[in-house]
């Protein structure tokens, strides 16, 4: 499945607006840093309440940190996100699903999950669009490249039982490597090695365990890839 030798797995969550960071600046490296990337499609919600935490959203001075956080984070890694006004209404739930299922029909390697997922994160992060119901999903679907039968066929795949199981087993094996904290969690695999980073503040942590060199969030010239 995996050629370059170094792997790098990251569980997220598109209600995390630093795992949309983590994600962006992930493929940006993808090629500099030489590494695979498997998408592993997590439920933040089941990981807080796992590890015993609560969300920053529901703590009223990491929420308003978040604001000015974000929006500095947004200009320094060019990616426009913004918090919306109704944070505490996003259940990301069905959303993960719908990528989970994604990530089963996905023929391409991850291609579709990558586009489905930034979808959905711009929605929830930029433009502060509903990422809770069907229709939603079938306008990320189809803005990802699907036609409008494979839209149908994910949606019905995403509520059945294997998918909510699928869901769940990832989200646990988050909380069975200890992600003590929320998402993202990144877990790099190099020689048979493995080395857990979570946040998106620990890539020149990354790059000297995989043997790579930070160059800042744009490695190279910067592309439209949001």
């Excluded at 509903?130 to 079938?138: K, W």
């Excluded at 509520?159 to 990832?170: A, F, G, N, T, Y």
């Excluded at 990144?186 to 930070?214: P, Q, T």
Aim: net charge positive; hydrophobic share 45%.
């Amino acid at each position: 499945m995996f050629s370059s030798g170094k792997v790098v797995e990251l569980f997220y969550d598109v209600a995390s607006p630093y795992s949309w960071l983590a994600f962006e600046v992930l493929f940006r490296y993808r090629n500099v840093w030489n590494i695979d990337i498997e998408l592993k499609p997590a439920y933040i919600r089941g990981v807080l309440h796992g590890s015993g935490n609560r969300a920053p959203v529901l703590i009223p001075n990491k929420l308003l940190y978040m604001a000015s956080d974000l929006k500095l984070l947004s200009e320094y890694f060019g990616v426009p996100m913004f918090q919306p006004s109704n944070i505490y209404e996003k259940d990301s739930l069905n959303a993960m699903r719908f990528v989970t299922a994604v990530a089963e029909k996905d023929k391409k390697g991850d291609v579709l999950v990558e586009r489905v997922s930034r979808e959905l994160f711009r929605r929830m992060w930029c433009t502060h669009q509903d990422i809770m119901q069907p229709a939603s999903f079938t306008e990320v679907g189809l803005k990802a490249g699907l036609s409008a039968s494979e839209v149908e066929k994910i949606l019905t795949l995403a509520k059945s039982q294997p998918i909510k199981d699928k869901l769940k087993s990832v989200t646990q094996e988050a909380l069975e490597n200890k992600v003590m904290l929320g998402l993202p969690f990144i877990v790099c695999h190099v020689n048979g090695k493995a080395e857990v980073f979570f946040g998106s503040d620990r890539f020149e942590l990354m790059a000297y365990f995989i043997g790579e060199k930070w160059m800042g969030p744009h490695p190279t010239k910067p592309t439209a890839t949001v």
